[in-house]
């Protein structure tokens, strides 16, 4: 265990160049960061927690793995509308590796660089690898896209396409499919974008809106819950890659799509006057219900919906 | 382990009575909380970590550990004279104990309650015992207390007594001292309180300003480092309770209250023209000098400071 203390630490891999907002007033380096908020805007605040073991496996490409822990905050933003401005980074280690921590910066900064996303503040501590983000991001006042606002009627839409990071995680578990479909489900797997110029796009468009990190029927029924509404879902229009269609094909396991996490896709709905105002690329894939619950038709029959998202501590 | 889903952990166990600040305009139940910052103030940002076996026991009193794990982020706040505003949880537990959770969340709570603080987000996850926050506060625009504004002349103060939870800690590890200094000691160490009235009592007085976590010595120089100043202290004047004078002369181990982390007291300097101004209780320990380096009189002499306050990896 070498000796670094947490300042230099911090200060050799995790400087940026430059302060990318005039919203970061003053960065790391103080007891605390200090941020501007613009006249007409609100913050919007989350974070988001990766264990070793639980969320990524012990011999994760460690820049990869700085790039996915900003990438999900990130789209928890975008799943709001908001435009991300700065970070804090706890970090938990097990030691001082230095080649480690030069890849997993090289992925968080290379990230928040092309997002203009500072980061302001952190922490070192010594244990198990555990990796905790908390993103800021602005949103006009009152426009943030909430998850219990969906409308009775509202078309349910999702950008992207569904199960590729899942499959992602099947090969790494052992499963083999050929290598064109290897590659595009390890990149989704390992690599996934956060949806910020989708989520932005959708601000005075979309009713609701949220992120697919634990599966399109555990997310969906989030907005359904707190919107207290239901909704029906045709399988024959999720949005599939061809690396899923064919391992759905070879293995017969449908439910992939709806219950594998880590897409990071926006799920969305929309009221039908204001479709034709929808200019991104996504899919409609179902219809917002007055009837509570979540119906899935696939080949026209009513399907039982036993499996959910995963949940922590299951 | 009992399957509690992320979402009804936090339900259950975090839920707060009542919103506490008209800021918080969206919290815990979404992909993010929305908060407000008033014209005329900016946010500031910190967070902490705490980790079993590193920054406590693995016995810790999980109300007192809930108590103060806030503590230590209000602390932050505390010192660059913010008023807190609200916090997001980040939780990873080996387990779901709900005894341990219920205890931990009436520690948090009941600190988070006292300061009016909204509890606005979280994340739970499974994995060895890690706590994060991060906590959110106003400061008046362009008023916020610094490490790097002290100025040469400035007398250097400090709030309440130094040493008591490092005291705390060897009775943790087995030294024995009386009933009375005991209790004393072990109250510093398990419940500090965030010396937040008094950074906001600071605001427009005080030059440069820090909180003691890691020891006076090591805490101290950030501020001489960052302002590229120097200072004599003299250890005559340090504020030393009872059990700790008692301490230094059982043991003569006079360096205790230099290093010793965990007072969470705060450090600040002020120009001799605003001394008058002061209205806190506090107590002049030293000045601001032009030769950079911290000097340490004992008994009229210059000591040699070899040792600092813990640092992580260390």
Chains 1, 2 share one sequence.
Not at 172 to 183: I, L, P, V, W
Not at 284 to 312: D, M, P, W
Request: net charge negative; aromatic share 8%; charged share 20%.
């Amino acid at each position: 265990m070498q000796p670094l203390t947490e300042f230099p630490l911090i200060q050799r891999f995790f400087t940026q160049q430059r302060v990318k907002n005039p919203q970061t007033n003053l960065g790391i380096g103080d007891d605390c960061a200090l941020l501007s908020v613009p006249d007409g805007y609100q913050l919007a605040i989350t974070t988001d927690t990766m264990v070793e073991n639980v969320h990524f496996f012990a011999d994760a490409d460690p820049e990869q793995l700085g790039h996915k822990l900003l990438a999900v905050n990130l789209s928890d933003l975008a799943s709001m509308g908001a435009q991300p401005l700065s970070v804090t980074l706890a970090l938990t280690l097990p030691k001082v590796n230095e080649d480690w921590l030069t890849a997993f910066s090289k992925g968080f900064l290379g990230l928040a660089e092309q997002y203009s996303v500072d980061l302001i503040g952190g922490d070192t501590t010594s244990g198990h690898l555990t990796l905790t983000v908390q993103a800021l991001g602005l949103v006009p006042k009152g426009k943030g896209l909430r998850r219990s606002t969906a409308k009775v009627g509202d078309y349910i839409y999702l950008t992207g396409s569904l199960g590729d990071a899942g499959l992602g995680l099947k090969i790494k578990q052992g499963y083999n499919c050929s290598q064109a479909h290897t590659e595009t489900a390890l990149v989704r797997f390992n690599n996934p974008n956060p949806q910020v110029q989708t989520g932005l796009a959708l601000l005075d468009i979309a009713n609701a809106c949220i992120d697919i990190s634990d599966g399109l029927l555990a997310d969906l029924e989030h907005i359904l819950e707190q919107s207290q509404v239901g909704a029906r879902l045709d399988w024959e229009l999720l949005p599939l890659s061809e690396a899923v269609h064919s391992y759905i094909n070879e293995t017969g396991n449908w439910s992939l799509p709806l219950i594998a996490g880590d897409d990071y896709e926006l799920c969305f709905t929309v009221s039908p006057e204001k479709v034709k105002l929808l200019t991104i690329p996504c899919t409609k894939i179902g219809v917002i219900e007055a009837l509570s619950g979540l119906r899935l038709y696939k080949s026209g029959q009513l399907q039982s919906l036993t499996s959910k998202g995963y949940e922590h501590f299951s």
